[in-house]
């Protein structure tokens, strides 16, 4: 009789939740459709709401998704938004386990946040310019460094090309001529081994068995990552509404 009502209660919760998510048309983002090779024209809200007219375009929050608070965070969004984050993880206590810095520590973590939660493309420029209002400017340089930086060999800092990314992308794949040009220049700032040394404690092959918790970084990240008063997203700097993105990501406008 219980697991009887526990299947009925699960039943009228799955229906409920499906209820939900048909109250509201969802259209994948232009980019989205790109990703897939899909260059036909996104659907109209007419067209959609002709189908059924009762449901109204996506405009709060998705209730596929996991809510976020009010002023969120930015643990809340390793929680509730980035993707898996073992990587950032493992590679945050290397740094650790390696002796830096804590704001080096925190590059780590972050380094790929765009990767997991954003945009994969040129995801150091883009995880450099979320966070750049709230840390200090090595770090934020540095993010962006390393997404140039993994592509070229430093014997004497300890990094080598990795050999996965012979397997990915094949032993004749040159980085881009921007990549090149920005190399030149990273090589030659002053805060070069800044952005090495995420490539350095960076994991190239995610270790299934090593499991770290996001708690052992709560302090780091409360003395160097800005947390805004009013929540990522709400705070009115210029980058606000790339948070608002992951928050909402299938807002229609």
Known sequence: ???????????????????????????KSRLHSLAEGDLSAPPSASSLMKGNPNARMLMIDD???????????????????????????????????GGLPEKMVLA???????GVGFIRGDHGYWGAQLVEPYVDEEVTWAIRAHQVLRFYADEAA?????????????????PDPYIEEDYKRMRAHKWY???RQITVHDIYSF?????????EFTDVIGRNFRQPEQG????????AHMWRAMIRPAKYL
């Open 193 to 195: 081994m800044y952005g």
């Open 232 to 239: 990522l997203g709400y705070d009115n700097s210029p980058v």
């Open 158 to 174: 300890g990094y080598e090309y990795p050999q996965s990314y012979v397997t990915m992308f094949g032993p004749e794949y040159r």
């Open 108 to 114: 780590c973590l972050l380094h790929d946040i765009a």
């Open 1 to 27: 009789m219980n697991d009887f009502a526990t299947l009925s209660q699960r039943a009228d919760a799955y229906e409920e939740k499906m209820s939900r998510e048909l109250d509201y048309h969802v259209v």
């Open 63 to 97: 209730p596929r998704l996991p809510a976020m608070p009010e002023k969120p965070t930015l643990v809340d969004f390793f929680k509730l938004r980035f993707g898996p984050s073992m990587h950032l993880l493992q590679s945050a206590r290397h740094a650790v386990k």
């Open 207 to 215: 270790d299934p068995n090593v499991h770290v918790e996001l708690e």
